[in-house]
């Protein structure tokens, strides 16, 4: 059972920044993807930043140009720069951990992040 444990939400007014981080009970190296998902009141989960096999990191559009998703393979770490906060990113964001040959598909407890003045 991998567990996946996230940290680095709180409250942020509008225009700063937060930095989350998700720590893995295994390595992430062969990972088939790997990052952060958000779920806000009332809508449904959706994915914000995702490391995959196949290349470089997705973006959500509404993420692009303020958040960057990074790694420490060497940490099992996973981390999203969340920079220029909105109201509209208050959710709770939750890390993904996907190891297809292993049949991992695990999900961290989810941090919450509020943006408000």
Known sequence: QVQLVESGGGLA????????????????????????YRQAP????????????GGGPIYADSVKGRFTISRDNAKNTVYLQM??????????????????????DAWGQGTQVTVSS
């Open 13 to 36: 007014q509008p225009g700063g920044s937060l930095r989350l981080s998700c720590t893995a009970s295994r390595s992430i190296f062969s990972s088939n993807g790997m990052g952060w």
């Open 42 to 53: 009332g809508k449904e989960r959706e994915s914000v930043a995702v490391f995959t096999s």
């Open 83 to 104: 920079n220029s906060l909105k109201p509209e990113d208050t959710a709770v964001y939750y890390c993904n951990l996907k190891i297809l040959w292993a049949k991992i």
